[in-house]
């Protein structure tokens, strides 16, 4: 029973796919011939049969820039900069479509010790860095055996520092790994979509307006409350602004 089970599944996921490749190719189709809101839909279709890609959101996102949908456009190249970081293209394009927005907001630099450790954490994901640690500790245990059991003096020397210098690089991995495991988590994006929002000071329609948004910002969500996001600024503004005025990656 559990064979058949396990037959069908594979059955279904293989016919899901196909029928994934084909919509992806019918959007490109569709695309090329410069019919974007079609290609929009099929590539839409993808993502609810629960596919998804750096390829499929660049070309959902260029879509959305064909036809000057700021805050789509600019929402799913970062989805796509999430899978392919690296990809010098969605970086290049999503410059472009960033620079349709209208709220010019300065970014605060970073400085110091903790800038540093920063960048070498964001070097490697939280998966890589675990990795390096299990690989660390197992040279680590290799050499403390070699060390243990060694007649020569020489070779016990050279195992036993070769070993602690081992751990040591097992804990800073493991250091980083779980550094990079809380700024992960305190990494929650978003994109303004409402064409104007206003931001408010506390989370109600009575309080003061702090600031107002336009569709494609970037902000980071620091809370939520009912149907208030806290938001703040890369200038390190904050406030709070309505769920339906804007979309986590």
Not at 114 to 126: A, D, E, H, L
Not at 186 to 213: G, H, M, W
Not at 232 to 239: H, I, Q, R
Request: aromatic fraction near 14%.
């Amino acid at each position: 029973m559990k064979k058949l089970v396990y037959i069908l599944v594979f059955f279904l996921s293989f016919i899901t796919s196909a029928q994934n490749i084909s919509l992806f190719e019918q959007g490109n189709a569709l695309y090329n011939d410069g019919n974007y809101e079609q290609a929009i839909l099929k590539y839409e279709n993808i993502l609810e049969n629960g596919e998804h890609s750096a390829e499929l959101y660049f070309n959902l996102a260029n879509a959305h820039y064909k036809l000057n949908h700021i805050a789509p456009s600019i929402y799913y190249y970062e989805k796509a900069l999430q899978l392919a970081p690296n990809d010098k293209e969605i970086k290049n394009n999503a410059a472009f479509a960033r620079n349709m927005t209208i709220d010019a907001i300065d970014s605060v630099p970073e400085v110091g010790l903790s800038n540093y450790i920063k960048k070498v954490t964001n070097t490697f994901g939280f998966n890589t860095w675990a990795k390096l640690a299990i690989a660390f500790i197992s040279i680590f245990v290799v050499l403390f055996l070699t060390y243990y059991f060694a007649y020569s003096t020489t070779k016990k020397r050279l195992a036993f520092v070769s070993s602690m210098l081992s751990l040591g690089f097992t804990c800073l991995a493991l250091i980083f790994a779980f550094h990079k495991f809380n700024l992960d988590k305190k990494d929650q994006p978003a994109i303004i979509f409402a064409q104007e929002s206003q931001v408010k000071s506390e989370p109600n329609l009575r309080s003061t307006e702090a600031f107002i948004l336009h569709e494609g910002t970037k902000v980071q969500i620091l809370d939520t409350v009912n149907n208030w996001k806290k938001i703040k600024l890369s200038d390190g503004k904050t406030g709070w602004i309505l769920n339906q005025d804007i979309k986590a990656l």
